[in-house]
């Protein structure tokens, strides 16, 4: 007995692995794990965001800073906002800091380092393309 194209078809389909959830991306943002204090934002993960987006603690902290407006400080591996701040700001000003300032604008990889280059001018430098990107602060 012969069997079909269509059959055998549909027991090759049938074999195959279930389609992956993620997008095979390696890199994922990461997220801010926080809590409240008081009036104060204690953000408890903070050395560890900032090593897996490679960039150093006082860079990522007057970035937020800036952009909340918020007076902080760093205490070990914690850095403390002294403003009552949700997660979902928090982590969108990350996004935006990773965007700005760790994803290479070329090749959209985090494989990025940043060069000063004299008188307050910065670039990122991407390791996988080579592109070069000034950067403002």
Do not use: W
């Not at 090759?12 to 809590?35: C, M, N, Q, V, W």
């Not at 914690?78 to 969108?92: A, H, M, W």
């Not at 393309?129 to 602060?137: D, H, K, P």
């Amino acid at each position: 007995m012969s069997t079909s194209y269509e059959q055998l078809l549909d027991e090759a389909y049938a074999a195959l692995p279930e389609k992956a959830t993620h997008s095979g991306e390696r890199f994922e943002i990461p997220k801010f794990d926080y809590f409240t204090e008081g009036m104060k934002t204690i953000i408890k993960n903070f050395a560890a965001v900032c090593e897996k987006i490679r960039r150093d603690k006082p860079l990522v902290s007057k970035f937020l800073a800036k952009e909340l407006a918020v007076p902080l400080e760093e205490q070990g591996e914690r850095l403390i906002l002294q403003r009552k701040i949700t997660s979902d700001v928090i982590n969108r000003k990350l996004e935006d800091f990773v965007v700005r300032f760790v994803i290479c604008k070329e090749c959209k990889k985090p494989d990025t380092h940043i060069q000063e280059l004299g008188h307050g001018v910065k670039q990122l430098i991407c390791e996988a393309c080579g592109a070069r990107n000034a950067i403002r602060q």
